[in-house]
């Protein structure tokens, strides 16, 4: 059992990990930063969408760990077991240690099927299928839909990306429309927890009109409880008596094609030929057990953080970004892009002896919707839902357009940007 120490330490080397490093070096070179992360390979996530849609090759989204951590740091090649911020440090599955004198907590989140009945034995079998478990089983499971109910569903917890089921969605009906199978003999359902299908104006009335325009059925406050994959029913809880915007429970399904039953304890049960959905999704559980997460709350067992300078309220030279923190806004590779500056101006402020620093972190967070397999909108928002545009693009596009311009941003700019800028920690602040 070995101890080191290192003055920054930050834990995950996912997005958030490798854009609070790079951009970290990029302001100062000659800092002590390891990273923590026992994986080989990083993962470019926004396009495991595309993938379950068949249009970009996993294979791509995938790149060795050993490229993107910048050179400068050490790498840690280890997982994180327990979190000791009493004592300024982390412990190590080796047993090793690992001291500091500033923490950044970036390990994300984890899939949790087990959280819905008969979730976890069904994954990847009997028409169910993930693109944030396994979008290669997913885009299979989903090539192969053609005819009865393709349901697009998740359950009522936090997850990242919360647009991806609806892309998903959107993706498999622009196929079925393409073979003639739209709502001639194929259905696809959208049954989701909460009372409109998006947050945003006014992505939301779009939203609304390309699922009328398309005949996509949907389903508002359906909250899902159990999976039963052999016999392929979904049950749900009905979270609200109504949409939020007043409007029926069910949308174009004007002939009651759907059928449902009720359980005797007052489940609805939809029938499904092939399910995709987002499991349900935790902060690690030596997260949750750490004196780092909220102890109750809605926000239990997520990361504490102050939203706008990211800074752990009880441990202050602890800081967290990305998936694992309790942010009100929605959990995105786009919304790490602006908190990572914001870490790292902190933390070199308090490296100086100055406090935190007036850079705050706005809540920005973007969802590129693609509607379609040659278009997008993307919307862009911040804290309180409110609409933001990033100026560069706002100055050439209509984001809140579906445009072939978008989606090409989509496929090749945006992966660009990734791999090129973003994790060297350019094209952040
Ligand atoms: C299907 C899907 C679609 C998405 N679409 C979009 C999109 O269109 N736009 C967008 O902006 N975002 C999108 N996202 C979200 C985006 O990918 C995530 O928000 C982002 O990757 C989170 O970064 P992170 O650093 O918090 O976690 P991750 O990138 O998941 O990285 C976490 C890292 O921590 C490491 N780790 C885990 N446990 C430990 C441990 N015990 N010790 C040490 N290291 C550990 C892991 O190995 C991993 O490398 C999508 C995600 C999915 C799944």
Known sequence: MAS??????????????????????????????????PAEYHYYQPAWTLVGGGLYDYEKTRRPMEKYIPKHAKWIKDKVTELDPDNNQVKLASGD????????MSPGLENRPDLVEGLAETMGKNGVCSVYVDPINARETLEKFKSGNGLFTFPDTPLKCPGAPQKVAYLTSDRLNRLGLLNNGAKVIYAFPGGICFGVEPFKSRLYEINKERGLVLKHAYSLVKIDGPNKKAYYKQTKEANNDGGPITMNDPNNEIKETETEDGLKVIDFDVCHLAPPQRAFKWVQESKLAHQDGPDKGWMKVDQFSMQNPDYPNVFGVGDTVAVPTARTGAAIRKQAPVVVDNILALIDGKSITDHKYNGYSSCPLVTGHNRMLLAEFGYGGERMSDPLLSKFVDTSKEKYSMWLLKKYGLPFIYWNKMLKGKMMD
Not at 97 to 104: A, F, G, K, W
């Open 97 to 104: 240690t690992v001291s500091y004198d500033y923490l950044v």
């Open 4 to 37: 080191k120490k290192h003055h920054i330490v930050i834990v995950g080397a996912g997005s958030g990990g490798i854009m609070v490093a790079a951009n970290a070096f990029r302001k100062r070179k000659d800092l002590d930063i390891a990273i923590i992360d």
